[in-house]
């Protein structure tokens, strides 16, 4: 039965049922205004069903709701997140809105409110999920996994940073390798995080973190596992976009004599840095999140050498950026050298190669076939490709013995059980789409 004032669920508008207020009943016909924009549609009464109060009161954990459908979680996630509830549950999973703004909600009171609480004894929060790991974990002497996914800018870094420092602040032991894990994030963040349309510091890879417990149920260790690093970043971006944070936060950091020891400029100078047209990001500081890394490093354990090697890197590869090449002739065939040579020798004297081999196979395509080597020359849109696959390349076995690096100073080998963390990055859809978003 249905009359004016009475609120509904009506379907018609959107491929799922819209809540909504009804205004006039005219025969067959309702007019119901909607709840999230205030318009007034004209429907079959068929196509409007009575609301359940759970749906005007809203519920902490979705599998109460009466009205059980898309439409009913998308509305009480709205409800709630107007009324500063980030949080809400389904079940054992917890739905997370980005608010876009720091809450007071994650301070060591919050840490000790939820610790040993079942999940659902208290309202939503993240800290929820890491006490129920750590709870289950002991309990069951089994290892646990938290499973972090959404699209990009949904929040599953932070999410994924939360739960690692609730983790750290419950441990039963307090000591160095603790704050080395948590020291990890900041590394890894300025190496695999970029500025995307959506997102000020999305995470452009998927990364499985696992923390190890001893038979006393403290932390004795930590793995990363890191996969899809997105490498077409290096060389392209999109409008508004940036390249990994940490070449900007190089360039700003390093001091004068760093800086020419590189020989580098500013942001603005490089082709793979300026395409998006965007240098800086609001509330972000490249020069204090530099330096964050940098002693982040530093309690890892990294050695100034290997530091500078990671700077060596990054430079060569902004260096290669800048190499020009010019369409030549060789045996009848279109060939390419190398426009600007003094930006080349730059590069191989970062990574201290010889810059005539450099050339010479950046230049050319080589085979061997039945123990002949066969040289080709290659033309100019090959011959970028080549000099972009090169940055990639560099870019990728960096980041990927960061990785290694990191494990060698925090994963001990030693473990009992453990709570793994999954945070896979978010999926983006672009004007130009290619392969390697998805491998």
């Known amino acids: ?24 009943i005219k025969g067959k016909v309702v007019d119901v205004e909607c709840l999230e924009d205030a318009a007034l549609h004209s429907v079959p009464s068929t196509a409007v069903r009575n609301m359940g109060q759970t749906s005007l009161d809203t519920v902490d954990d979705m599998i109460q709701l009466q009205d059980l459908h898309e439409g009913s979680l998308l509305h009480n996630i709205n409800l709630r997140y107007k009324a500063g509830k980030i949080y ?224 060596r890197v990054l430079a060569a590869i902004l260096h290669l950026g800048q190499c020009k090449f010019t369409t030549t002739n060789k045996g009848g065939l279109e060939a390419t050298e190398i426009a600007n040579p003094d930006e080349l020798a730059v590069v191989a004297g970062l990574l201290g190669i010889n810059v005539d081999e450099l050339a010479e196979n950046l230049c050319n395509k080589s085979q061997v076939t039945r123990g002949e080597k066969i040289v080709t020359p290659l033309n100019l849109p090959q011959t970028m490709d080549t000099r972009d696959a090169l940055s990639k390349a560099l870019y990728a076995n960096m980041f990927s013995w960061l990785v290694t690096r990191i494990n060698s100073i925090v994963d001990k080998k030693q473990k009992t059980h453990s709570i793994g963390i999954l945070d896979i990055f978010g999926f983006e859809d672009f004007k130009i789409n290619s392969f390697e978003q998805l491998c």
Not at 6 to 12: A, E, I, L
């Open 88 to 311: 809400t549950y389904t079940g054992s999973i917890l739905v997370a809105v980005n608010p876009y703004q720091f809450y007071e909600i994650y301070g060591t009171d919050m840490v000790r409110k939820y610790e040993g609480q079942l999940i659902g004894t208290l309202p939503p929060h993240v800290f929820a999920i890491g006490a129920g790991a750590f709870g289950s974990m002991n309990k069951n002497r089994q290892d646990q996994c938290v499973i972090i996914s959404g699209e990009s800018g949904a929040g599953k870094t932070e999410s994924t940073k939360l739960i690692m420092q609730y983790l750290a602040a419950v441990n039963t032991e307090h000591s160095m390798i603790s704050e080395q894990i948590l020291e990890a994030a900041p590394v890894l963040e300025s190496f695999g995080n970029a500025k995307t349309t959506r997102n000020h510091n999305s995470s452009r890879f998927g990364k499985y973190t696992e923390l190890h417990y001893g038979g006393s149920g403290s932390i004795t260790g930590c793995s990363i596992k890191q996969y899809l690093l997105e490498k077409s970043r290096i060389v392209t971006q999109q409008e508004n976009e940036r390249n990994y944070h940490v070449f900007y936060e190089m360039l700003l950091g390093l001091n004068d004599q760093q800086k020419q020891k590189f020989a580098l400029g500013a942001a603005e100078d490089y082709a793979y840095l300026n395409q998006g047209k965007v240098m800086r990001i609001p509330a972000k500081d490249d020069v204090e999140d530099f330096n964050r890394s940098t002693r982040a490093m530093e309690v890892l354990s990294f050695k100034p050498i290997e530091m500078e090697s990671l700077f």
């Open 1 to 24: 039965m249905t009359e004016v004032g009475q609120h509904v669920w009506f379907t018609g508008v959107k491929d799922y049922a819209l809540p909504g207020i009804i205004r006039g």
